[in-house]
């Protein structure tokens, strides 16, 4: 059993960094990925990152601004938040995915954690 526990969240202003972090616990996944819900909107896509960390995408939306990074020796991934804007206030998910890479979608992963809120003020 893979336990993802994230941390990091917090209320920042507009153009401001957050790091979020999500600890994983339990047998090494295909790739991690991460995730965000804004109220009222589906869950959707952020970033991911490959199991040797070799590999990282983004989606078009944060792309130039947030930064995925890994820790294999914690089994830690990372997700650097430069340039926040209000649009980016959303609940962020880790997820890891036992055989995709690049997990983008939602079914693609078999764990999840309980999220973080990250809130970006005007």
């Known amino acids: 059993q893979v336990q993802l526990v994230e941390s990091g969240g917090g209320v920042v202003q507009a153009g401001g960094t957050l790091r979020l972090s999500c600890a994983a616990s339990?047998?090494?996944?295909?790739?991690m990925n991460w995730f965000r819900q804004a109220p009222g909107k589906e869950r959707e896509f952020v970033a991911a990152?490959?199991?040797?960390?070799?590999?990282?995408y983004y989606a078009n939306s944060v792309k130039g601004r947030f930064t995925m990074s890994k820790d294999n020796a914690k089994n830690t991934v990372y997700l650097q938040m430069n340039s926040l804007k209000p649009e980016d206030t959303a609940v962020y998910y880790c997820?890891?995915?036992?055989?995709?890479?690049?997990?983008?979608?939602?079914?693609?992963?078999?764990?999840w954690g309980q999220g973080t809120q990250v809130t970006v003020s005007s």
């Open positions: 997820a890891g995915s036992s055989i995709y890479y690049r997990a983008i979608s939602q079914r693609m992963n078999d764990y």
């Open positions: 990152i490959s199991r040797s960390a070799d590999s990282t």
């Open positions: 339990g047998r090494t996944l295909a790739s």
